[in-house]
């Protein structure tokens, strides 16, 4: 079984900071890319940011330059750091895994249960 827990979410005024941090447990052998989503009511879930086991990373336009995405593969966690942050950035936030449990399998997407995080004006 594998769990992943996020925390960091909470309400902040715009032009403030928050860091979002989720720790991967269970039966891991492996873990490929990690990353963030968030989701408003009424809209699809969307990609933030992800970031390769190697390093390499990827951000969607509306947060490049405001938002970092890093990860500790020893402790098998993946963060994002939200600078300069903006009412739009209001969501819930899932934090995404690609995880293998066995060398014998393939790999399966893992989620967070998700953390809200309220921007004010």
């Known amino acids: 079984q594998v769990q992943l827990v996020e925390s960091g979410g909470g309400l902040v005024q715009a032009g403030g900071s928050l860091r979002l941090s989720c720790v991967a447990s269970?039966?891991?052998?492996?873990?490929?890319?990690m990353g963030w989503y968030r989701q408003v009511p009424g809209k699809q879930r969307e990609l933030v940011a992800n970031?390769?086991?190697?390093?390499?990373?990827n951000y969607a336009e509306s947060v490049e330059g405001r938002f970092t995405i890093s990860r500790d593969n020893a402790k098998k966690s993946v963060f994002l750091q939200m600078n300069s942050l903006k009412p739009e950035d209001t969501a819930v936030y899932y934090c995404?895994?690609?995880?293998?449990?066995?060398?014998?399998?393939?790999?399966?997407?893992?989620w967070g249960q998700g953390t809200q995080v309220t921007v004010s004006s």
């Open positions: 995404n895994a690609n995880i293998r449990t066995n060398w014998l399998s393939r790999t399966n997407d893992y």
């Open positions: 269970g039966s891991i052998v492996s873990i490929n890319d």
């Open positions: 970031i390769a086991s190697g390093g390499r990373t």
